[in-house]
């Protein structure tokens, strides 16, 4: 079983940073991590994801050359600095945490645990 924790949501303007962090616990040999978020009346959306092993990030279109995925093993925490936000980046954002190997594909189904979610609203 893992446990994951979110924190660093909050309410900032347009152009403004955050930056998400989620801490692990339990089993924690994950392959894959990642950020989902969820707007009222939306689908689940993958933003990031990461390959614990290597590092190696994949970014949603959307959020690609704005935000930053990062995992620090020896703290057994993932990161999102998200920049230059905007109003369409508010959500609730999830963390999750996958076993197997599909991961970079960003989609829920190939995630086994997730957080409770913190929320992000980016407004004026």
């Known amino acids: 079983q893992v446990q994951l924790v979110e924190s660093g949501g909050g309410s900032v303007q347009p152009g403004g940073s955050l930056r998400l962090s989620c801490t692990t616990s339990?089993?924690?040999?994950?392959?894959?991590m990642a950020w989902f978020r969820q707007a009222p009346g939306k689908e689940r959306e993958g933003v990031a994801s990461?390959?614990?092993?290597?590092?190696?990030?994949y970014y949603a279109n959307s959020v690609k050359g704005r935000f930053t995925i990062s995992h620090d093993n020896a703290k057994n925490t993932l990161y999102l600095q998200m920049n230059n936000l905007k109003p369409d980046d508010t959500a609730m954002y999830y963390c999750?945490?996958?076993?197997?190997?599909?991961?970079?594909?960003?989609?829920?189904?190939?995630?086994?645990?997730w957080g409770q979610g913190t929320q992000v609203t980016v407004s004026s």
């Open positions: 339990g089993y924690t040999h994950t392959a894959y």
């Open positions: 990461i390959n614990t092993r290597d590092s190696t990030p």
């Open positions: 999750a945490a996958g076993l197997g190997g599909m991961g970079w594909v960003i989609s829920p189904e190939a995630f086994n645990f």
